[in-house]
């Protein structure tokens, strides 16, 4: 198998070294940025001959289109405005895509590409990083050990080792994706409906065993693709981001006073949107790659063999001192290598644009997961 990965961020770093490591079957890797010297330290630190280092432009769908046309599958973990350009490139070239998605509207302009990807006979599976990604199929792993599911709570959260005042946060992933979560609409099932709630809203308090107070709160694009896939079979589905207690009051408060609107005002006479001072402000002054944990849990309620049932999945993982990945990297990078693997060798029979959901065998999955000492704790609450 030949990968491409599109980005040499911190996930493409993170895919770049399971790919390598972790992956017996992979021939080859090549990472690509539009910033060279990024591409190639990646490159470097994984350490391989077996991984090369490319410059393009995510933004020129040409020029993606010449990379990809020589590999057997593609992850894109650039920022989600490119995936549907990205999309279209794969579907030119024949190349099986995944990304790390994290906006819901650009997953739907990618999902309506599905009669071309299938006439390509590619697969297209947006948003497979850890939440949008991973959860949702967990999710279809513990709904299948029901007769029927009433219910399925998502809490996900990526919380620093050492947490530092002001917003006990550092930043793991982009700095626009997590704008993004705090400002867009989240989209959930109440009542057997799929409604939108406001995010940053429906505060509640969680436990963790060893972990001091923490909280969770709705966000946007968590829920991904779940709620179409569930409707008229379930009547709860929620997703809300895992935070320290007191984050979430905080970073409100900033939005509230509206620096992260993207429309601009009038500063000594420049015009300026408040989002992207906000954001490069985060980027100066909140810690970054620092250890951290990634916490999960998914709760189930339904009916199994005449019965009221409940089931609770729990993972944490933690920075890897071994290999220097955080916690963040293994858990959105590592479903989204395992996920273009298994298009690339033909463990994904479905042609077209399609959620990973309804892709990809939960099974084989959750045990590539576990390979990776990323282990689920399974319990009945």
């Given amino acids: 198998m030949k990968i491409l990965i599109l980005g040499a961020g911190r996930m493409g770093h993170g895919a770049a070294f399971d790919l390598i490591h972790n992956s017996p079957g992979v021939e080859s890797v090549t990472v690509a940025d539009f910033d060279l010297k990024k591409a190639e330290a990646v490159a470097e630190q994984v350490g391989t001959d077996r991984i090369t ?30 995936n549907e350009s990205l999309s279209r490139a794969a579907i030119d070239t024949n190349t099986h895509l995944c990304d790390l998605g994290g906006n819901n509207y650009v997953v739907d302009s990618q999902l309506a590409l599905d009669e071309e990807a299938k006439a390509a006979g590619v697969s297209i599976i947006p948003d497979c990083g850890l939440a949008p990604g991973m959860v949702s199929i967990l999710a279809m792993h513990g709904a299948a050990k029901f007769d029927t599911v009433d219910e399925i709570h998502i809490r996900v959260g990526g919380l620093p080792q050492d947490p ?8 793991v992933f982009s700095v626009e994706g997590l704008i993004n979560e705090y400002v867009e609409v989240a989209r959930v099932i109440r009542d057997g409906k799929i409604i939108e709630v406001p995010s940053m809203t429906e505060l509640e308090s969680l436990e963790f065993d060893g972990f001091p107070p923490l909280e969770a709160f709705q966000t946007s694009g968590g829920t991904s693709t779940l709620p179409d896939t569930f409707l008229g079979k379930i009547k709860e589905l929620d997703y809300k ?17 509206g620096l992260c609107s993207s429309d601009e005002i009038l500063v000594d006479y420049q015009k300026v949107k408040p989002r992207k001072v906000f954001g490069e402000l985060l980027q100066k002054y909140l810690p970054a790659d620092g250890p951290d944990y990634v916490l999960v849990r998914l709760g189930f309620v339904g009916k199994k063999d005449g019965g009221v049932k409940r089931l609770r999945y729990d993972i944490v993982d933690k920075h890897d001192d071994s290999t220097g990945l955080s916690a963040m990297m293994r858990t959105t990078a590592f479903p989204a290598s395992i996920i273009a693997q298994m298009m690339a060798r033909g463990d994904v029979l479905t042609r077209g644009a399609t959620p990973q959901e309804k892709a990809i065998d939960p099974d084989k999955f959750v045990a590539e997961l576990e390979r990776r000492d990323i282990g689920i704790k399974i319990s009945n609450p």
């Fill in 53 to 82: 280092a490319h410059h393009v432009d995510a933004g020129n769908q040409s020029d993606v289109a010449r990379l990809m046309a020589h590999h057997d599958a593609a992850i894109s973990c650039v920022n989600y405005w490119y």
């Fill in 241 to 257: 981001t895992i935070r320290y207690a007191g984050h979430c009051d905080k970073f409100k408060t900033m939005i509230d006073l």
């Fill in 164 to 171: 530092q005042l002001p917003l006990n946060y550092q930043l």
